[in-house]
């Protein structure tokens, strides 16, 4: 399974955006086995974990920042991972990227795997 991110673009400061999430290539497999994250990567800085959800669906992980702005869900029908992006601010201007968390969102270590093409989100006026 390989994936890739979709539905960044330029927005306000306070503004919102839905990132999605999705198979590159048609497989007999779907998103709903696997805990799926987002990650971004801010302009000159290091990858940062931002959301992941477990393959039970329950208590996602959400980092700091962007706990009670941010909201990450399924579409199993769709076969989709959307990020909800709410009052976005400035510092969330990055690439964001989703991926397979091979740990099931532990959250000492995402880790994420499976990742594809990211998505530019820029906040700005």
């Known amino acids: 399974v390989q994936l890739q991110a979709s539905g960044g673009g330029l927005v306000q400061p306070g503004g919102s955006l839905r990132l999605s999430c999705v198979q590159s290539?048609?497989?007999?497999?779907?998103?709903?086995?696997?805990?799926i994250g987002w990650f971004r990567q801010p302009p000159r800085k290091e990858r940062e974990g931002v959301a992941c959800?477990?393959?039970?669906?329950?208590?996602?992980y959400y980092r700091y920042s962007v706990k009670g702005r941010f909201q990450i869900s399924r579409d199993n029908a769709k076969d989709t991972v959307y990020l909800q992006m709410n009052n976005l601010k400035p510092e969330d201007t990055a690439v964001y990227y989703c991926?397979?968390?091979?740990?099931?969102?532990?959250?000492?270590?995402?880790?994420?795997?499976?990742w594809g093409a990211g998505t530019l989100v820029t906040v700005s006026s």
């Open positions: 290539s048609v497989t007999f497999d779907t998103l709903d086995n696997y805990a």
């Open positions: 991926g397979i968390s091979v740990t099931d969102c532990a959250r000492d270590d995402l880790g994420f795997d499976s």
């Open positions: 959800i477990p393959r039970s669906d329950e208590n996602p």
